[in-house]
C-alpha cells in the first residue's frame, strides 16, 4: 500500500487560510468516507483534527476544516495562528483493510 | 480522562526482539481498537497494524505481517506489541493510539525503541 500524496510544505501568514490536500486512490481516499487528519508538533504526538472525511473532535477549533473530491481529500486551516506552525498528516482506511498514512505536509506560518 | 502510558526507551541489537507495553485508563478498555504507529527519526508517520480489545483479532500492514505481534491483557488494560528480528531500519519513535476500527483518535506519548550494535 503506497502513502498517500501530500505536499512536503505549505505556508501561510498569520489571518490568512491554507490548504494541504491528500491525494490517494479508489482504494483508499475515494472508496472510503475514513479520512482523518491530525496535527503533530515537533517531539509530541500526533493529536486527531479532523475524521470521517469533514467532522472536529470536541475541543478542536472551528478554523480546522476537511472536505473530499474524488480520490483527493482536503484539510483547511483558516485564520491561521502560530500555533498552528506543525506537521499535518492525513491518513485513510483501504481496500486491503489497512490504512495508510500520507507523508506529511510542514505548515509554516510565516 | 484518556490515558495512554507506553513502557520507556529500548536499545537493542540487531536481530533482536523487543515488546513494548501500552497500558490505558480513563475509558471501558474493550469498547475499542489500538493501532500501532511508528515513526523513523525525521520522518512520516507509518501504520503497522490493529487490535481488537474486544475479541483481539488483528490487522497489520503486509510489510509487518509475520514480524509483529499485537496482543492485549484485559485485566490490566494493557496491550503490548512485539517486532522481532529487529533491524537499524526499525530504529523509531511507536505510537499507541487508541481508537475506532478505522482510524485512532488519542495516542500515547510514544517509545523510543533504538536497534543498534
Known amino acids: 500500500q503506497s502513502a498517500l500524496t501530500q505536499p512536503a510544505s505549505v505556508s501561510g501568514s498569520p489571518g490568512q487560510s491554507i490548504t494541504i490536500s491528500c491525494t490517494g486512490t479508489?482504494?483508499?481516499?475515494?472508496?472510503?468516507?475514513?479520512v482523518s487528519w491530525y496535527q503533530q508538533h515537533p517531539g509530541k504526538a500526533p493529536k486527531l483534527m479532523i475524521y470521517?472525511?469533514?467532522n472536529r473532535p470536541s475541543g478542536v477549533s472551528n478554523r480546522f476544516s476537511g472536505s473530499k473530491s474524488g480520490n483527493t481529500a482536503s484539510l483547511t486551516i483558516s485564520g491561521l495562528q502560530a500555533e498552528d506552525e506543525a506537521d499535518y498528516y492525513c491518513s485513510s482506511y483501504t481496500t486491503s483493510t489497512t490504512r495508510v498514512f500520507g507523508g506529511g505536509t510542514k505548515l509554516a506560518v510565516l | 480522562q484518556v490515558q495512554l502510558v507506553q513502557s520507556g526507551a529500548e536499545v537493542k541489537m540487531p536481530g533482536a526482539s523487543v515488546k513494548v507495553s501500552c497500558k490505558a485508563s480513563?475509558?471501558?478498555?474493550?469498547?475499542?481498537?489500538m493501532h500501532w504507529v511508528r515513526q523513523a527519526p525525521g520522518q512520516g508517520l507509518e501504520w503497522m497494524g490493529v487490535?481488537?480489545?474486544?475479541?483481539?483479532?488483528?490487522q497489520f500492514a503486509q510489510r509487518f505481517q509475520g514480524r509483529v505481534t499485537l496482543t492485549r491483557d484485559t485485566s490490566t488494560s494493557t496491550v503490548y506489541m512485539g517486532v522481532n528480528s529487529l533491524r537499524s531500519e526499525d530504529t523509531a519513535v511507536y505510537y499507541c493510539?487508541?481508537?475506532?476500527?478505522?482510524?485512532?483518535?488519542?495516542w500515547g506519548q510514544g517509545t523510543l525503541v533504538t536497534v543498534s550494535s
Open positions: 479508489s482504494s483508499d481516499v475515494g472508496g472510503y468516507n475514513y
Open positions: 480513563g475509558y471501558t478498555f474493550t469498547t475499542s481498537y
Open positions: 487490535i481488537n480489545l474486544n475479541s483481539g483479532g488483528t
Open positions: 493510539a487508541k481508537g475506532g476500527r478505522y482510524y485512532p483518535d488519542y
Open positions: 470521517e472525511v469533514s
